[in-house]
Each structure stands twice: as structure tokens, then as C-alpha cells.
């Protein structure tokens, strides 16, 4: 395999990229794609270009109405070799339309099939074109037009009324022109992706302008075909302007020069969700593909493998977020794990990372006299004080966030590339409990949050480490259900979750455990400002129980209060009105604060730190 193959196969050292590469004169600098250390080229601040590719890429440019392009570099499928017979084909910009005109030259045109005049399953059997439409990336999406020497025709949409073919046979071959509105390409950005293929029996060849490795439906390996200029195209996708001017030659070459792999990873892996003997791992690629997990403990040979992405025995390749629950894992012991990505058009099959070696992480619910977490929450995006506290808390079992975490929640990305980024760069292998906030609850993707749950798959859960039983809740949002829109329904989640913690409040997990800690994002608290309803009810089933939380942690206020803990004042009571007795102790952490805290069979201890990493208060709770 030469530098090239492994480039598109994500398989490059940075010292074969920077060899191989085209220069551009611009300075260059390499970025650290995650834990797996992958490495690509940026240029003066140009961002990558995911591709797909397993070939090399091709693109063709239409720069605006009355455009017309001719290419006639097509090859043969699998072996890349140069064809027999010449195919040349004409792109045209005309008002409305594209144009495509293709010259299927056959020294012998008494050996073609030109039979193939009815409409779709016998086009096969002759001479014919096929030319693909598309997207790639999230929401894939193909579109298949096939027109046979015969003037027969096949729509993989089966829309024949959405486009016009004529075809001819003469002495030099036969030729095609096909109509299409350009209202009907499924255009993305000025862009889609683009292929042209030909059968030809007699010869039994079949060309392709865009190699592709498998089939000619190989989307991943289809070119692009852009409606606008070649600097524009290259903007659109680096967001850099180029200094010189550009061709096809040189553009594909830019293009090929600052692209990444879609099965490359960029963000991750993260552990989350250390609940008992389970454990989460989650992780982002550049583009959207399949995952998986391969897992054993240390010293063992053969891995176990947990799929990612797999829906109804299909794995599922539309995401770039990817997620892997763990289940069964020894207490206290040292496990390596190692991804995967797919993608049913990467010919080269999966992609490992990290390449060689692997990630590790240690059981969960390690039993031992004290366990140790960092209590965050209401960050808003305060990443340079969140730097500060996972310093202070780095050498804890885990980190606890406890909801509003940015000051927008857009997606699942941004949760990666943030927080759990920070970290993952101070702490890789330590994990993380994520907890929801009202910010997360109302965000435009809300539904992401799916990513950060429990293994239940809700966000509210009862588990144990070692003697040390954890009650994390969900509060849902500060209002109530909006009644026009119909988006939001946390009455009904509330509920569900009040039925559900009764049950929880008689088990054994909780019966039987040493330490018990309960947290929620909102405090059982309410004003003219803040409407703790939900955490109220949540909170007087924890009241209504035979054996009550030893401790409570909130957050949400932004301001740092402590009330109800058996002889001792409160010294910070940040609120007005009247405090609910609620029959347990709560701690409210503030959005410049954070909270070391320490738990022991006996006692836990509490350690707040302000945003100067300075200590201004202790709790200790005996059990």
C-alpha cells in the first residue's frame, strides 16, 4: 500500500503526510485528532474535509448558467486500469437544466446491444449508462438514472417523469443526452456527489469516472460535482480562500491534501455512567459511519466486541456519535478497549483505533474504605474554571456533573468538544457522571441528551459503588409543559419517576447500602424566581421514605447554600422565603463553585472550592 492508499485509509504517520502531500507554500502545523493521536494537514487555519474516499477523489465545477464542462478520464472498475474504448461526456448549466450529453465510442458497433428499449429491469442486459446523484455525510441519500443504448431507461426512484433521454447508435458508437431540472438534484450547499458509469457486454468492461472499488452504487467513492466556481467550491469546504488560481488538477489536489477520513476519530473516547459493573464509552468520528468496542481485560487474548450502532442487525452508519454500553465488568480490574469504525463504502474494511495499542479503564464499584468524586455543575461554558477543578479533582474516581453544562446545548458534539474534552486532556481515563440539567432539557436538540444517559437508556438512575449507594434524579424543566407547542414533557416524566424511586426506596440497593447519596440538578426549592416544583415532589418521596438520603447535592441557583443538616448553622443561606423541611441534608453548589467530596462507609466529607481553587467551606455528614 503506497502513501496515498494509506492517506485515504486513514493510515498515515505525520512524517509520510508531510512527504507526500502536495506544497501549497503556506506554513504548515498538524492537529491532534483525539487520544488515537491521528494526525492531517491544516494550512493557515484551513479546517479538514471529511472524506469518505478509498479512491482517489475527483470533482467537476459548472461556475454558473450557460457552464460547460467535457471529461473523459474514466477507468476500469476494481483494477483502475485504462479502458478499450473512449467515453466522453459533456456537463451543461442550461437556465434550469443540466445537460448531459455522453459519447460511448465502440470501434465495433455492430457488437453493441442497443435491445434494451423497454424501461427498467431488461436495461441490464445491454450497453448502457448509469449516472448517480447524491449526498453524503448524515442523511445519505442516492439517486440513480440509467439510459440503455436501446433508449430504455431506469429510475432507482422510479420518477421517470422527472427527466428525458434520447439515445442514437451510428458507425462511432452510441450517444446519449439526458434532460434533468436542476430543481430535482439534491443539491447541498451548490453541491452534490456525482458519478458516471458504462457497461459494455461485448467487451465485458465496465467503466467508471469516479473509481470506485466495489460497485458502481459506491457513494463513498463518487466524485463531487459542484455549481459554482472552483474558489467558491474550495471556501465552501475549508473555509479558506485560495490564494492561487485553481483548476480541477490543482483543486482535487488542495482538496486531497487538507481532507480527513470520516472513520477518523476526533473526539474521545470518553468514559461515562461508572454505574456498578457498568460502564459507557463515548466517542466521535469525523463523519458519519458505524462503530464499535472491542474490550478485555488485561492479560486476556481474545476481545469481546460491543456494536455501537447496530439496529435491527444493521449497522447503522448515519452518525458521527458514537456510544458503547459495557456491561458485566470485574470490580477493580484493568480492562483495554480499542474502536472501530465502518462504512459499508470503505473498501479497505475497518478502522481501527488506536492503531496499534489501546485505551484502558478500571472496573467500576471497586469496593474499598473511601471513594472520592468532584461535584461541577452550572458551568455555562466556563471552560478556563472547569480547567481549574478538574486539576483539583484529577485524581478522583470520577467526576460528577451535575447539569447546565453550556451556555447552549446544540448537539451531542458540543458536549464533546467541550467539557468532556477538558476532560479527557487532564484525565483520560477517568470517568465521568452526567447528570441532566434544565439547560439540557430545553435545548433545540435536546434529544441528543440520549447519548449521555444511563444504561436504562433515562435519566434517572439508582446504582451502587462499593458500599456507597448513588440516587441521581431529573427535576425536568423550569416551567411546565408548554401546551401549544407539545414538545416538552416533563409532567409526565416526573411522574413516571416518582412511581419509579417508591420502588427504588424498597430495594436492596438502597436498603442495604452503607452510604447514601441522592443528586438533582434543581433543588427542592421554590420562589417567585425559581420553580422547584418538580424537585419538591421528587423530594417529598424521598421524605415519605423509611430510610432517607444521607446527603443531598444540587446545583442550579448559581449561588452556594447548605440547609438542613443536624446541628449545624447555615451559614450560607442564599435564598429568600421560607425553606422546605424536607428531613435530609442539601447542599446547593453555586456556578463558581465545586465540591470535593469524600465518602466513607461512616462519614462523607465535603470540600467547597471557590474559582480561585480556595477552600471556604466544610461539611461532614456522619452516617
Avoid at 472524506?51 to 483502475?80: C, M, Q, R, W
Wanted: hydrophobic share 35%; with cysteine.
Amino acid at each position: 500500500m503506497n502513501v496515498r492508499e494509506k492517506f485515504w485509509m486513514g493510515g498515515c504517520t505525520q512524517e509520510e503526510i508531510e512527504t507526500a502531500l502536495p506544497s501549497t507554500g503556506s506554513s504548515k502545523s498538524y492537529c491532534s485528532l483525539g487520544s488515537a493521536a491521528r494526525y492531517f494537514r491544516i494550512m493557515n487555519g484551513i479546517r479538514p474535509v471529511v472524506s469518505y474516499h478509498t479512491a482517489p477523489y475527483k470533482a467537476l465545477s459548472l461556475a454558473g448558467p450557460g457552464a460547460e464542462i467535457e471529461f473523459s478520464d474514466f477507468s476500469v472498475l476494481n483494477t483502475g486500469q485504462a479502458p478499450q474504448v473512449e467515453t466522453v461526456v459533456r456537463l451543461l448549466w442550461q437556465k434550469d437544466f443540466l445537460i448531459l450529453k455522453a459519447d460511448c465510442f465502440d470501434p465495433h458497433p455492430e457488437k453493441i446491444l442497443a435491445g434494451n428499449t423497454a424501461n427498467e429491469s431488461g436495461i441490464w442486459d445491454g450497453d448502457e449508462l448509469e449516472i448517480f446523484f447524491g449526498l453524503r455525510g448524515g442523511e445519505f441519500f442516492q439517486w440513480q438514472l440509467c439510459i440503455g443504448a436501446g433508449g430504455g431507461r431506469f429510475d432507482s426512484l422510479g420518477s421517470y417523469d422527472r427527466w428525458h433521454a434520447d439515445t442514437v447508435v451510428d458507425s462511432s458508437g452510441w450517444h446519449a443526452e439526458i434532460r434533468l431540472p436542476l430543481c430535482e438534484l439534491p443539491l447541498r450547499e451548490a453541491r452534490l456527489s456525482f458519478n458516471v458509469c458504462r457497461q459494455i457486454p461485448h467487451l465485458k468492461e465496465y467503466l467508471s469516472w469516479s473509481p470506485v472499488q466495489t460497485k458502481f452504487e459506491q457513494i463513498g467513492n463518487h466524485g463531487d460535482l459542484f455549481f459554482t466556481s472552483w474558489k467558491q467550491a474550495f471556501f465552501q469546504l475549508t473555509g479558506k480562500i485560495a490564494e492561487q488560481p485553481l483548476d480541477r488538477r490543482s483543486f482535487e489536489a488542495l482538496v486531497t491534501g487538507n481532507s480527513i477520513s470520516a472513520l477518523a476519530l476526533t473526539d474521545g473516547p470518553f468514559l461515562l455512567q461508572p454505574t456498578g459493573n457498568r460502564i459507557s464509552v463515548l466517542w466521535k468520528t469525523a463523519g458519519s459511519c458505524a462503530g464499535a468496542l472491542e474490550y478485555r481485560k488485561r492479560g486476556e487474548k481474545r476481545w469481546k466486541t460491543v456494536y455501537a450502532d447496530l439496529n435491527n442487525a444493521v449497522l447503522d452508519q448515519r452518525s458521527s456519535s458514537h456510544r458503547a454500553d459495557l456491561s458485566g465488568l470485574t470490580s477493580g480490574a484493568e480492562y483495554e478497549y480499542r474502536l472501530k469504525s465502518f462504512h459499508s463504502d470503505n473498501g479497505g474494511g475497518p478502522v481501527l483505533f488506536p492503531e496499534n495499542g489501546c485505551f484502558h479503564f478500571r472496573g467500576p464499584g471497586k469496593i474499598r474504605e473511601n471513594l472520592s468524586f468532584m461535584f461541577i455543575s452550572d458551568l455555562h461554558s466556563q471552560t478556563q474554571i472547569l480547567s481549574r477543578w478538574l486539576e483539583l479533582g484529577k485524581d478522583c474516581d470520577f467526576i460528577l456533573y451535575g447539569g447546565d453544562y453550556l451556555g447552549s446545548s446544540p448537539c451531542i458534539g458540543s458536549y464533546m468538544s467541550s467539557f468532556l474534552k477538558r476532560q479527557h486532556e487532564i484525565s483520560p481515563e477517568q470517568p465521568a457522571v452526567v447528570v441532566r440539567g434544565n439547560h439540557e432539557f430545553d435545548a433545540p436538540f435536546a434529544s441528543d441528551f440520549q447519548f449521555l444517559t444511563f444504561h436504562s437508556g433515562k435519566t434517572y438512575d439508582c446504582f451502587s459503588l462499593g458500599k456507597i449507594c448513588f440516587l441521581i434524579l431529573d427535576a425536568g424543566n423550569v416551567h411546565d409543559d408548554e401546551s401549544s407547542m407539545g414538545i416538552h414533557h416533563s409532567t409526565g416524566m416526573i411522574r413516571k419517576e416518582c412511581v419509579w424511586l417508591e420502588k427504588i426506596l424498597q430495594s436492596e440497593t438502597w436498603r442495604k447500602a452503607e452510604c447514601r447519596l441522592a443528586v438533582m440538578h434543581m433543588p427542592p426549592y421554590t420562589s417567585k424566581r425559581y420553580d422547584g416544583k418538580a424537585a419538591q415532589k421528587l423530594a417529598d418521596v424521598l421524605s415519605a421514605g423509611e430510610i432517607r438520603p444521607d446527603l443531598m447535592l444540587c446545583g442550579h441557583l448559581h449561588k452556594y447554600g447548605r440547609w438542613g443538616f443536624r446541628g449545624m448553622p447555615d451559614p450560607f443561606p442564599p435564598l429568600s422565603g421560607d425553606l422546605p423541611e424536607i428531613g435530609f441534608p442539601v447542599i446547593c453548589n453555586a456556578n463558581n463553585t465545586a465540591l470535593l467530596v469524600r465518602c466513607a462507609a461512616d462519614r462523607i466529607d465535603v470540600e467547597a472550592f471557590d474559582d480561585s481553587r480556595k477552600v471556604f467551606d466544610r461539611i461532614t455528614v456522619t452516617i
